[in-house]
Nanobody
Framework: QLQACGGGLVQAGGSLRLSCVASGRTLSNYGMGWFRQAPGKEREFVGFITRSGITTYYADSVKGRFTISRDNAKNTVYLQMNSLEPEDTAVYYC????????????????WGQGTLVTVSS
């Protein structure tokens, strides 16, 4: 089971760090993705990190502002979000898969419950 947490209300320009914690599953066996879904919109790829943590990849909309990292010893993956914009308001989800990582939500086998991030202008 995956659980994303750390969301909240933040002003534009602020920062938040989301965490994705796994229970009953060893995250080091999985590549991890972050996605988000704004009201009335489709789920959108944010970024992913490989099992080793060596490789990350980001959507253009967040590149340079968001950073994904992982601590396999803590069975946790992080999404550090800086310079937040109102357009970043969404429910954020973490997802895991043991295969080659992609930007497509349907390629991820395991999903956590989301956490809401609201950025005020």
């Amino acid at each position: 089971q995956l659980q994303a947490c750390g969301g909240g209300l933040v002003q534009a320009g602020g920062s938040l760090r989301l965490s994705c914690v796994a229970s009953g599953r060893t995250l080091s066996n999985y590549g991890m993705g972050w996605f988000r879904q704004a009201p009335g919109k489709e789920r959108e790829f944010v970024g992913f990190i490989t099992r080793s943590g060596i490789t990350t990849y980001y959507a253009d909309s967040v590149k340079g502002r968001f950073t994904i990292s992982r601590d396999n010893a803590k069975n946790t993956v992080y999404l550090q979000m800086n310079s937040l914009e109102p357009e970043d308001t969404a429910v954020y989800y973490c997802a895991a898969d043991s295969r080659l990582l992609t930007t497509q939500a349907h390629d991820y086998a395991y999903w956590g419950q989301g956490t809401l991030v609201t950025v005020s202008s």
